[in-house]
Antibody, heavy 118, light 102 residues
Framework: EVQLVESGGGLVQPGGSLRLSCAAS????????MSWVRQAPGKGLEWVAQ????????YYVDSVRGRFTISRDNAKNSLYLQMNSLRAEDTAVYYC???????????WGQGTLVTVSS | DIQMTQSPSSLSASVGDRVTITCRAS??????LNWYQQRPGKAPRLLIY???TLQSGVPSRFSGSGSGTDFTLTISSLQPEDFATYYC?????FGQGTDLEI
């Protein structure tokens, strides 16, 4: 059974940093592209970042480029999102998602809440 | 950037109804168009990928169609568990969502 379990969310002040983790199991992690998708309270879904199966390429939505870094450790079956210079508008539930062919988000974790507030 | 616009934004229906949700792209898309369901407090769930392919385990009352710029998600006979929010998605862009309410 595919499982994705996010952790690392919490309350952080504007300008602060946070590192999210996603532990994957039930599939060969190193074979799949992965993404982070977020959802602000009461709002829709927003794709945030994507990483190639071997970590050799990363892609970001414009609003986080230069502030967030997606990475992975295939030996540990783990995906990460380093978030720096956080802003109030980054407040959201962050989901990690396993992709299928053609940027389709096949499996999702349960999400972790990030709140940016003073 | 391609924009994805769903209509309607919200929809009231009854158990047993047939409903259709539309997703329109601002320009012709050539990559996969996908549909997700999200129940309150839960993670999204993939329903349809590549416009019309049913994801494993998804009931056959869900179907998708379309190409180019116009796509539809149809639920043939609403069940109580189908009342949720539905999103279309193409690459890194999601539609704004459609709230399906009783």
């Amino acid at each position: 059974e595919v499982q994705l379990v996010e952790s690392g969310g919490g309350l952080v002040q504007p300008g602060g940093s946070l590192r999210l983790s996603c532990a994957a199991s039930g599939f060969t992690f190193s074979n799949y592209w992965m993404s982070w998708v977020r959802q602000a309270p009461g709002k829709g879904l927003e794709w945030v970042a994507q990483i190639q199966h071997d970590g050799s390429a990363q892609y970001y939505v414009d609003s986080v480029r230069g502030r967030f870094t997606i990475s992975r450790d295939n030996a540990k079956n783990s995906l990460y999102l380093q978030m720096n210079s956080l802003r109030a508008e980054d407040t959201a539930v962050y989901y990690c998602a396993r992709e299928g062919s053609g940027t389709v988000f096949v499996y999702w974790g349960q999400g972790t809440l990030v709140t940016v507030s003073s | 950037d391609i924009q994805m616009t769903q209509s309607p934004s919200s929809l009231s229906a009854s158990v047993g109804d047939r409903v259709t949700i539309t997703c329109r792209a601002s320009q012709r898309i050539t990559s996969s168009l996908n549909w997700y369901q999200q129940r309150p407090g839960k993670a999204p769930r993939l329903l349809i990928y590549a416009a019309s392919t049913l994801q494993s385990g998804v009931p056959s009352r869900f179907s998708g169609s379309g190409s180019g710029t116009d796509f539809t998600l149809t639920i043939s006979s609403l069940q109580p568990e189908d009342f949720a929010t539905y999103y279309c998605q193409q690459r890194g862009t999601f539609g704004q969502g459609t709230d399906l309410e009783i």
